[in-house]
């Protein structure tokens, strides 16, 4: 089935370095999204993208869709630690007709160190 | 303005009993998604409902079944409840059906099955 290669699986940073993380696809996707779980709660939306070569920012984030659209990355620039998380991308395949699927990576753990 | 709430928050059950969940989407948001996110996982998708309508399905069994009221409000009922059924539930509303429209997740429902 359709799968997101999501990596690094973890990442354990000092505060205020900078983050990135990236997602990978076989597939191609016509949406990019990029969430932040926190223990107990649900994914909040951080970054959505909706066409091949666009760089989006929000905040310290800044997340771009790949030229291809089979992949996507996230970058955190001078982490804190609130920054602490599960951080998530999820896409909408081409051809996934008219529904709303989305299909998540496995996650990005990351810890920061005060 | 209230985002989207699910309810209940935390639900015990045994083996093959059923089990009903709630969810609220967003005022004014018309279509809701349902996930399930196991321990260590990214979301998996169940079903989306948009104006009272299944408009897509993930590859989850027929023990899982859904609907959305005039309201928007829906429901996941679990039927036959298994050990592997543990795990959040997430709902997500979006104002439209497809996903140009970003999806915004409640807080989920943490399902134990004994």
């Known amino acids: 089935g359709q799968q997101l290669n999501q990596s690094p699986q973890s990442m354990f940073i000092q505060e205020g370095e900078d983050v990135s993380m990236n997602c990978t696809s076989s597939?191609?996707?016509?949406?990019w999204l990029w969430y932040k779980q926190d223990p107990g709660e649900g994914p909040v939306l951080l970054i959505a993208l909706y066409k091949a070569g666009e760089l989006t920012s929000n905040g310290r984030l800044t997340a771009q869709f790949g030229i291809t659209r089979k992949d996507s990355f996230l970058n955190i620039s001078a982490s804190i630690p609130s920054d602490v998380g599960i951080y998530f991308c999820a896409g909408s395949l081409i051809g996934s007709g008219n529904t709303g699927k989305l299909i998540f990576g496995q996650g990005t753990t990351l810890q920061v160190k005060p | 303005d209230a985002g989207v709430t699910q309810s209940p928050t935390h639900l015990i059950k045994t083996r093959g009993q059923h089990v009903t969940l709630r969810c609220s989407p967003i005022?004014?948001?018309?279509?809701v998604s349902w996930y399930q996110q196991v321990l260590g996982q990214g979301p998996q998708f169940i079903f989306q409902y948009y104006e009272k309508e299944e408009r897509g399905r993930g590859n989850f069994p027929d023990r899982f079944s859904a609907r959305q009221f005039p309201n928007y409000s829906s429901e996941l009922n679990v039927n036959a409840l298994l050990l592997g059924d543990s795990a959040l539930y997430l709902c997500?509303?979006?104002?439209?059906?497809?996903?140009?429209?970003?999806?915004?997740f409640g807080p989920g429902t943490r399902l134990t099955v004994l």
């Open positions: 597939s191609i996707f016509n949406t």
């Open positions: 997500a509303s979006s104002l439209a059906l497809q996903t140009y429209n970003e999806q915004f």
């Open positions: 005022s004014g948001h018309k279509s």
